[in-house]
């Protein structure tokens, strides 16, 4: 049995774990997926990984899942705990020092985006709701839960903050790219993966929640990198 660690992104709750979660116990598994602080000014990254650190307890075999921005908690989570493995999953990655807020312009999100919405043909800078920007593959019953219920205010604490580690941890490292994202386009992760990490991502379908979307394939993604370890 592996208990997995699921750390959930910026202005949410963990309630879009929840088919995921199912998934992963019908195979057997333990799953720890807490709240972060997100809307309290006075926590930043420390803040955070301290409450994932707090769940995850005495409990082993952790398989750790950070999502979005979960993935400057993620790695914070690895330096501390002894994970069996680290999946980055349509995550952020960060850079030694980097704070969340310069993310963005170090990594060129804006003008990918800016592009991508071309592509698709999105007048540059109009302002998508969240059914359309991110949860646009996911069932409407569960896209209109999602907004109607569990988005919570985003303190601005952590993104002022540099990133604290010197190095990645050291940790098998994953990365599963959700290929129909439009709020972290596919082609911009893929640059972003292959320049800060090393290696290519994997791909799956899904916008950028496929936890709610495309649970099953996303747990069965999940066992396949444990096994492979």
């Known amino acids: 049995m592996a208990t997995y660690v699921l750390i959930h992104a910026a202005a949410v709750d963990s309630w879009y774990w929840g088919p995921l979660s199912a998934a992963l116990r019908d195979r057997g598994h333990d799953v720890v997926a807490p709240d972060l602080p997100c809307d309290d000014e006075s926590a930043g990254l420390a803040e955070y990984a301290d409450t994932v650190v707090e769940a995850i307890g005495g409990r082993t075999g952790l398989v750790v899942v950070a ?121 911009f992760m893929r640059g972003l993966v292959t320049e800060r990490l090393g290696f290519q991502p994997d791909e799956m379908p899904g916008d950028h929640c496929p936890m709610l979307g495309h649970p099953k394939e996303l747990a069965d993604r999940l066992e396949a990198y444990r096994a492979g370890l």
């Not at 979005?68 to 999953?89: E, Q």
């Not at 050291?170 to 129909?180: G, I, K």
């Open 67 to 187: 999502h979005s921005f979960g993935g400057f908690t993620g790695p914070l989570v690895c330096d501390r705990v002894p994970a069996d493995l680290l999946v980055m999953l349509q995550a952020q990655i960060p850079a030694p020092g980097e704070s969340p807020g310069e993310w963005w312009g170090n990594t060129g999100y804006w003008a990918a985006r800016e592009e991508a919405d071309r592509r698709r043909g999105v007048p540059g800078g109009m302002e998508e709701d969240a059914s359309s920007l991110v949860l646009h593959d996911t069932p409407a019953d569960l896209a209109a839960e999602f907004v109607a219920a569990h988005q919570r205010h985003q303190a601005t604490t952590p993104f002022g903050k540099p990133w604290p580690l010197a190095s990645w941890p050291d940790v098998p490292t994953r990365f599963l790219l959700s290929a129909d994202d439009r709020f972290f386009p596919a082609e």
